[in-house]
């Protein structure tokens, strides 16, 4: 079984569009987050959430927001799609908050046209 | 989080042992040693961590110098899935919070057959 999933794997979209991204853990996690690898391949937090707190990177537009429907999922949400969105979106998760080990998924592969 | 510097590739010989070195001289003492390693087109995988002492698991050895300034990771008998962006992320287990890893550029590891 996969412990951390998303979907789409690929996801190609027009600018304006608003799409998403879901994210589910079956490790029984209390934390998820969401990075963005550039094209440049660096890789970035966005956003960390457990069911206490929301952390927000403050270069994230609030164009993306983060939904937990509960502890094992963390859809990513994008409003009015932009070109520089183009990424790869990975979602991870970890057993407490801080430091722990964090498990990534396979990634979700965006492209804006 | 403490800042890292490694090389930015590095080859090795497939069989042989892979010697990859971080410098993170402004380390704290509550700072772990942490290395994740991404495979082309996946997301990246956890390896291994480490505070003061030698750690050692399936996949890797971790060998932090004593005055914990550095540290070297050691693929035992590298083979050829094991090319991938090797990161090094000094990193605090604080306890509260969520906060994200701080990827730095890695070391691209190529095992040459």
């Known amino acids: 079984d996969t412990a951390v999933s998303q979907t789409p794997k690929y996801l190609v979209t027009q600018m304006g569009n608003d799409k998403s991204i879901k994210c589910e853990q079956n490790?029984?996690?209390?934390?998820m987050y969401w990075y963005k690898q550039d094209s440049k391949k660096f890789l970035k937090i966005m956003f960390s959430?457990?069911?206490?707190?929301?952390?927000i990177n403050e270069t994230v537009p609030n164009r993306f927001s983060p939904k937990s429907p509960d502890k094992a999922h963390l859809n990513l949400h994008i409003n009015s799609l932009e070109l520089g969105d183009s990424a790869v979106y990975f979602c991870?998760?970890?057993?407490?908050?801080?430091?722990?080990?964090?498990?990534f998924g396979p990634g979700t592969r965006l492209l804006v046209l | 989080d403490a800042k890292t510097t490694q090389p930015p590739s590095m080859d090795c010989a497939e069989g042989r042992a892979a010697n990859l070195p971080c410098n993170h001289s402004?380390?704290?003492?509550?700072?772990?040693v942490y290395w994740y390693r991404q495979i082309h087109s996946q997301g990246p995988q956890y390896i291994i961590h480490?505070?003061?002492n030698n750690e050692t698991n399936e996949m890797a050895s971790l060998i932090i110098t004593e005055d914990r300034k550095s540290s070297t990771l050691i693929l035992p008998h590298a083979t050829l899935r094991d090319t991938a962006v090797y990161y090094c992320?000094?990193?605090?287990?604080?306890?509260?919070?969520?906060?994200?890893?701080?990827f730095g550029k890695g070391t691209h590891l190529i095992i040459q057959p």
């Open positions: 480490g505070l003061k």
């Open positions: 959430y457990n069911n206490k707190e929301l952390i």
């Open positions: 992320i000094v990193r605090s287990i604080s306890g509260g919070g969520a906060d994200g890893l701080t």
């Open positions: 991870a998760s970890s057993q407490l908050a801080g430091g722990e080990t964090q498990y």
């Open positions: 490790l029984g996690h209390d934390t």
């Open positions: 402004t380390i704290s003492g509550n700072e772990y």
